[in-house]
């Protein structure tokens, strides 16, 4: 039987890409001002942030975000403007984080039937993204120490959470080896928030496929039968 229902935050609930698009653009404008010709590309910042996360993915997302900016504003001679785009960037980027459109009436149907709970190696703080209140809890990686995923002490601590066993447990997320693989490992069942229609990437296998928020509930009730 299924009790609690516990999701990933970026890219699952939160349509993450457009804010992220839109803060880059933000600091891009700013650099801009200061010195037209040495500008780098939202590319340029983007392929930074895949460097330093490659070089320590456990490393907390603002770091990344921090030091993939170092390094690109240093690349350009902008360095001593870090503080300032850093801020603005987080700033622009929590204003314009907001859940796809079926997020909240979904968190809503579900509420009804499961114990709902949100665990995230990000920075989308639920209240700052637009699902304040939703949830029974809200777990961070690095908050109390907490290891990221795909870390087994992460899903430790949201089975601690829910108070039921983790067969009890479903979790739900976009990213394969983190929302299904490793959950899965723990014992729990997980659904893969697919939105692309993308082949599945190795051999465990979600017990529950969607394209969109809104097909969970029936989802979910077929599972549970
Ligand atoms: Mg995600």
């Not at 895949?50 to 993915?57: I, Q, S």
């Not at 995230?120 to 990221?148: I, V």
């Not at 809104?214 to 077929?222: F, H, I, K």
């Amino acid at each position: 039987m299924i009790k609690a229902v516990v999701f990933d935050a970026d890219e699952t609930l939160l349509d993450l890409r457009p804010a992220i698009d839109y803060a880059l653009d933000q600091v891009l404008d700013s650099l801009r001002s200061l010195q037209p010709d040495l500008v780098p590309s939202r590319e340029q910042m983007r392929d930074a942030w895949r460097e330093v996360f490659a070089e320590d993915p456990a490393a907390p997302v603002p770091l990344i975000r921090r030091e993939s900016m170092r390094r690109t504003l240093a690349r350009c001679g902008l360095e001593q403007h870090l503080e300032h785009h850093y801020e603005l960037f987080f700033h622009h980027r929590y204003a314009q984080t907001r859940p796809f459109p079926d997020a909240v009436a979904t968190l809503a149907e579900l509420r009804a039937s499961y114990l709902l709970g949100y665990a995230t190696n990000g920075s989308s703080t639920a209240d700052r993204c637009g699902l304040g209140g939703e949830f029974a809890f809200e777990l961070y990686a690095h908050q109390g120490g907490l290891p990221k995923k795909p870390a087994p002490e992460f899903f430790a601590a949201v089975v601690a959470a829910t108070g039921v066993q983790p067969e009890e447990i479903v979790y739900v997320g976009d990213n394969y080896h983190h929302d299904v693989e490793a959950p899965a490992a723990a014992g729990m069942r997980t659904v893969w928030v697919n939105r692309g229609g993308d082949e599945l990437p190795g051999p465990v296998v979600p017990d529950l496929v969607v394209e969109r928020l809104a097909q969970l509930p029936d989802g979910l009730g077929r599972l549970a039968a």
